[in-house]
């Protein structure tokens, strides 16, 4: 089903107001509901499951260092939106099948905090998974002034909560940026992309696995999936009316499959300011930006003499990438427009700072660790796609097993056709390069035998990380220090389809 671009003003998620303030904490509740919501004014509503109410959630926003409580509360339906398949880990028959964690994204948080896949719980914390530990999480936000989300984490059914709508902003904010005096208040605006197909009735569509491997058993897990409809914050291909001056815009990517990279028809440069984990050393002036499921970019986008101008901002990224379909530049191939039709209501006075915040490197000399990890492409006993990381499933013993406050190189060594990106919870990290290698060598000799030179990361990404894309037959190399707090944690591909099946490990910083 095809539906008419741009018909639907953008909506902005509202600001969530803490239960509780005082000098020494703050205290939210958050409730997760099944409830019907417009997603584009020719459908009929759609069913949704979101925070409080909305999808996407409200956005939460702190202060750098606040001490911050969130009781995450599940009062959804016994039955799930879209297929489960019970085949995958996690998700077996032994457990409901509405099941939630969430996870804040690029979060610096105790583990008991941070959404382990199997610390997961039902309507009421009637039931909990086995690694539940408490009801309301605490966020030091011991992070910069960085754009994070927060979504659900649920072990093997991640890709059907995510999909559902359950995810949000979290932003951290800091004097430091205020300091810097981009564009804010109004002219400041989260854009979470992601991609969806429905049914004729405006339901969301799910696939099931279309030719069933397994005799009598409907199973729903996919290599990947790709929508063929695009929608930011919940709308599908909105259109914002602004005013000719700066604007600041929050871009996220959290669609389960699809990547991006973005441009506007005006052929116009944007201004990237900040990566994952927070501001850039100085603004760069890009004109594409490529988003993997989980990356975050913020830029500023200058709409200064472009009255009465409508601009597109597209997308050619394919899909799954790198080796899918182009998408259709006449329907995925378009994200969302701008009209620059709002009178100015007053003079433009923020800046596009020449520099913004010291990014120091972190130093090689200071490793203590190196560790060679493959992502791996195999075939599970039905004959379905079965990635793995370091070729091991999730049940299998802990082997990363960093020490607090050490420093570690990981060398990501993709020997799949596909670009993963892969995210580690708790550390922001630094891209150090990527490099080409012999995949065939290294599959029967374990060798790596470089085929090219180590090519530095793009200057869209060197800044603070969490989420990095692993191209095929590509070794990147990532640089973090592990803190500030101890316990178990995990990385993970953040394709969800991925993830579930089961592109994920714990991982665990020891004292
Ligand atoms: Cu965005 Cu492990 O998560
Ligand atoms: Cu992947």
Same mark, same amino acid.
């Given at each position: 089903m095809i539906l008419s671009k741009f018909v639907d003003e953008l909506p902005i998620p509202p600001i969530l107001k803490p239960r509780w303030k005082d000098q020494f904490y703050t205290y939210y509740e958050v409730n997760m509901t099944e409830f019907s919501q417009s997603?584009?004014?020719? #459908? @009929?509503?759609s069913t949704v499951w979101g925070y409080e109410n909305g999808y996407p959630g409200p956005t939460i926003e702190v202060e750098s260092g606040e001490k911050v409580f969130i009781k995450w509360i599940n009062n959804l339906p016994?039955?799930?939106l879209f297929p489960i398949d019970y085949t995958v880990h996690g998700a077996?028959?032994?457990?409901?099948d509405v099941r939630t964690v969430v996870h804040v994204h690029g979060a610096c948080v105790e583990w008991e905090s941070d959404?382990?896949?199997?610390a997961w719980f039902t309507k009421g914390f009637k039931q909990v998974g086995p690694y539940f530990r408490k009801q309301i999480y605490r966020y030091?936000?011991?992070?910069?002034a960085c754009t994070l989300w927060y979504h659900d984490h649920t072990i093997g059914i991640t890709r059907l909560n995510i999909y559902a709508g359950l995810a949000g902003f979290y932003l951290i904010r800091e004097n430091r940026e205020r300091? #810097? @005096?981009?564009?804010?208040?109004?002219?400041e605006i989260p854009l979470m992309i992601q991609d969806k197909t429905f049914n004729e009735d405006g339901s969301l569509y799910y696939p099931k696995q279309?030719?069933?491997?397994?005799?009598?058993l409907e199973t729903s897990i996919i290599p990947e999936f790709i929508g063929d409809t695009i929608l930011v914050n919940g709308k599908v291909w909105p259109y914002l009316e602004v005013e000719p001056r700066k604007y600041r815009f929050r871009l996220?990517?959290?669609?389960n499959t699809r990547f991006y990279r973005i441009k506007l028809d005006s052929g116009q440069f944007m201004y990237q300011i900040a990566t994952d984990g927070g501001l850039l050393e100085y603004p760069i002036g890009i004109r594409e930006i490529m988003l993997a499921p989980a990356e975050r970019a913020d830029v500023i986008i200058d709409f200064t003499n472009l009255e009465g101008k409508n601009i597109i901002m597209t997308n050619d990224a394919p899909a799954p990438f790198p080796g899918g379909d182009k998408p259709d530049p006449l329907t995925v191939g378009q994200v969302m427009q701008f009209r620059?039709?709002?009178?100015?209501?007053?003079?433009?006075?923020s800046t596009i700072p020449a520099y913004m915040v010291p990014v120091p490197k972190i130093k090689e000399?200071?490793?203590?660790r190196i560790r060679y990890l493959t992502l791996n492409d195999n075939m599970d006993q039905y004959g379905r796609e079965w990635m793995l990381l370091d070729n091991k499933?999730?049940?299998?013993?802990?082997s990363e097993n960093p020490k607090l406050g050490t420093t570690e190189i990981w060398y990501l060594i993709n020997v799949t056709d596909d670009s993963h990106p892969i995210h580690l919870h708790l550390i922001d990290f630094q891209i150090l390069d990527r490099r080409n290698f012999d995949v065939d060598k290294f599959n029967k000799e374990k060798v790596i035998e470089y085929t090219g030179p180590a090519m530095p990361p793009e200057p869209q990404e060197r800044g603070w990380k969490?989420?990095?894309?692993?191209?095929?037959k590509q070794v990147t190399r990532i640089i973090m220090e592990f803190g500030p707090f101890t316990g178990l944690y995990i990385w993970h591909c953040h394709i969800l389809e991925h993830e579930d099946y089961e592109m994920m490990r714990p991982y665990i910083v020891i004292r």
């Open positions: 997603l584009h004014s020719q #459908l @009929n509503n016994d039955k799930h077996h028959w032994d457990v409901p959404g382990y896949p199997e030091d936000n011991c992070n910069h300091s #810097l @005096n981009l564009p804010s208040g109004k002219y279309p030719e069933k491997p397994i005799p009598e996220l990517n959290a669609s620059v039709t709002l009178p100015l209501s007053s003079v433009d006075t000399q200071s490793v203590t499933p999730w049940d299998a013993p802990i969490d989420t990095v894309r692993a191209n095929p």
